[in-house]
């Protein structure tokens, strides 16, 4: 697989992914493997520990990880911490009682302390983002990188607990990577941007003032653009002769500036090109019509595509989004299979034998097009492998769908007409246009 080409139908200025090399991954399943090497790495940190993520909830897994910030900031590293104004509603007062006393600074991204933000239209795009940078230096060199990062699917919630049906007698099916190497540069600045650019969006007055007091504003005010254009820019440009070995891989962040469609492009880029099969798995399936034209088309010229989608439904109408679309992927030849031993929140996928990707985002119009996202894409047989073999033990426990499961007739007809509505209707309400 290249991978250099454009899909059919992108836009002339769509580019592959930046690919790094020498970088050394590790594939870690659910919050069960997470979590402890998020603490041992933040236990050894020695000048900085970045965190973002959606979700931080007050188990006794996720408190693991929040002592483990608070010892670090006790001992002079710089914590900082950002997260979702929405996910982590429910765990952010005490998550504020654990960190802010020990000196941790804890941002919130698109804050709902106040009822009247909810009718901002910006405010259904969320920071989604699961990322944590420990001792990385967002400007090192490229071809030496700094540092261990870590990103991936995986909220700061014990794997057995759900926000809305509480607790289960199995974890969830989740994935994260642990990341060293050049690659980790490019964590580090998404990152340090989405934490800077909610703590300004909270603190831009305090800011301002203590500019305008300050003996080399200047020098101040410049710091301050270099850290908002990291929002605004693209990765760290790769040295002309940075290594290609051992692992090849690229970090991808989608936002509402620069990246809106990345994640999106780099997956149809792959399965346009794809040889032989086709794996995703994705809790939250609806995807635009590029990305059903790329599935149908891989299928029909013999690729097996394969779809492990939620079979345990955490969300009616997230449910019937996707499966609204069985009929017109089955009759493509994609096969389905849906995931009911647990609940389903991974959002990885794999392509022939080189290519997979493990992330944040959905394949749904929320990832795709409004929310912060992040994934990793690598290119590495014995990785793709490890994440192959993981994805189909999931498979074999899944229900294979035969036929479609929803109302044959007029009814089905009004729920694809109402989930098609309702996604265009969100969508505009969101500020995006266009054909989804």
Same mark, same amino acid.
Request: glycine share 8%; with cysteine; charged share 20%.
């Given at each position: 697989?290249?991978?250099?080409?454009?899909?059919?139908?992108? !836009?002339?200025?769509?580019?592959?992914?930046?690919?790094?090399?020498?970088?050394?991954?590790?594939?870690?399943?659910?919050?069960?493997?997470?979590?402890?090497?998020?603490?041992?790495?933040?236990?050894?940190?020695?000048?900085?520990?970045?965190?973002?993520?959606?979700?931080?909830?007050?188990?006794?897994?996720?408190?693991?990880?929040?002592?483990?910030l608070a010892a670090a900031a006790r001992?002079?590293?710089?914590?900082?911490?950002?997260?979702?104004?929405?996910?982590?509603?429910?765990?952010?007062?005490?998550?504020?009682?654990?960190?802010?006393?020990?000196?941790?600074?804890?941002?919130?991204?698109?804050?709902?302390?106040?009822?009247?933000?909810?009718?901002?239209?910006?405010?259904?795009?969320?920071?989604?983002?699961?990322?944590?940078?420990?001792?990385?230096?967002?400007?090192?060199?490229?071809?030496?990188?700094?540092?261990?990062?870590?990103?991936?699917?995986?909220?700061?919630?014990?794997?057995?607990?759900?926000?809305?049906?509480?607790?289960?007698?199995?974890?969830?099916?989740?994935?994260?990577?642990?990341?060293?190497?050049?690659?980790?540069?490019?964590?580090?600045?998404?990152?340090?941007?989405?934490?800077?650019?909610?703590?300004?969006?909270?603190?831009?007055?305090?800011?301002?003032?203590?500019?305008?007091? !300050?003996?080399?504003?200047?020098?101040?005010?410049?710091?301050?653009?270099?850290?908002?254009?990291?929002?605004?820019?693209?990765?760290?440009?790769?040295?002309?002769?940075?290594?290609?070995?051992?692992?090849?891989?690229?970090?991808?962040?989608?936002?509402?500036l620069r990246r809106r469609r990345v994640?999106?492009?780099?997956?149809?880029?792959?399965?346009?090109?794809?040889?032989?099969?086709?794996?995703?798995?994705?809790?939250?399936?609806?995807?635009?019509?590029?990305?059903?034209?790329?599935?149908?088309?891989?299928?029909?010229?013999?690729?097996?595509?394969?779809?492990?989608?939620?079979?345990?439904?955490?969300?009616?109408?997230?449910?019937?989004?996707?499966?609204?679309?069985?009929?017109?992927?089955?009759?493509?030849?994609?096969?389905?299979?849906?995931?009911?031993?647990?609940?389903?929140?991974?959002?990885?996928?794999?392509?022939?034998?080189?290519?997979?990707?493990?992330?944040? !985002?959905?394949?749904?119009?929320?990832?795709?097009?409004?929310?912060?996202?992040?994934?990793?894409?690598?290119?590495?047989?014995?990785?793709?492998?490890?994440?192959?073999?993981?994805?189909?033990?999931?498979?074999?426990?899944?229900?294979?769908?035969?036929?479609?499961?929803?109302?044959?007739?007029?009814?089905?007809?009004?729920?694809?007409?109402?989930?098609?509505?309702?996604?265009?209707?969100?969508?505009?309400?969101?500020?995006?246009?266009?054909?989804?």
């Open positions: 697989m290249s991978g250099q080409g454009p899909p059919p139908g992108a !836009s002339p200025a769509e580019e592959a992914p930046v690919l790094r090399g020498g970088n050394r991954l590790a594939l870690l399943r659910g919050g069960q493997m997470l979590f402890p090497a998020m603490v041992e790495a933040i236990g050894q940190a020695r000048h900085s520990v970045w965190v973002a993520s959606y979700i931080v909830h007050t188990d006794p897994a996720a408190e693991s990880v929040a002592q483990a001992r002079g590293v710089q914590v900082r911490v950002v997260v979702d104004g929405f996910g982590s509603l429910a765990g952010l007062p005490v998550w504020r009682r654990w960190l802010e006393p020990a000196g941790v600074a804890l941002a919130v991204f698109r804050p709902l302390d106040r009822w009247w933000r909810l009718l901002h239209p910006g405010q259904l795009r969320r920071l989604h983002q699961k990322l944590c940078v420990v001792d990385a230096d967002a400007d090192a060199d490229v071809r030496g990188g700094s540092g261990i990062g870590f990103v991936g699917g995986i909220n700061l919630i014990d794997d057995c607990h759900d926000l809305n049906h509480g607790w289960a007698s199995q974890p969830r099916l989740d994935f994260a990577v642990r990341v060293e190497g050049p690659l980790v540069a490019d964590i580090a600045q998404a990152v340090q941007a989405v934490w800077t650019r909610a703590a300004l969006g909270q603190e831009w007055r305090t800011e301002l003032s203590a500019l305008l007091r !300050s003996n080399a504003p200047l020098n101040r005010l410049r710091g301050l653009a270099a850290a908002m254009r990291a929002a605004r820019g693209g990765p760290v440009p790769p040295a002309a002769d940075a290594p290609l070995a051992p692992v090849r891989a690229a970090f991808l962040m989608r936002d509402n994640i999106e492009q780099a997956y149809v880029r792959a399965i346009s090109q794809a040889r032989d099969r086709v794996l995703i798995v994705c809790p939250y399936f609806y995807p635009g019509q590029l990305f059903r034209r790329a599935l149908c088309r891989a299928a029909r010229r013999g690729v097996r595509v394969r779809l492990l989608l939620q079979g345990k439904v955490d969300y009616r109408l997230a449910a019937l989004a996707a499966r609204v679309l069985y009929d017109e992927l089955r009759g493509a030849g994609v096969e389905i299979h849906e995931y009911t031993p647990a609940w389903l929140h991974a959002k990885v996928a794999l392509v022939d034998d080189d290519w997979a990707t493990v992330g944040s !985002s959905n394949i749904d119009p929320l990832s795709l097009l409004l929310n912060l996202e992040a994934n990793v894409v690598v290119r590495e047989p014995a990785f793709t492998d490890e994440l192959a073999r993981a994805c189909e033990a999931a498979i074999a426990e899944a229900t294979p769908v035969a036929r479609t499961p929803l109302q044959p007739g007029l009814r089905g007809l009004l729920q694809r007409g109402f989930v098609a509505w309702l996604a265009h209707w969100f969508l505009r309400v969101a500020g995006m246009s266009g054909r989804y």
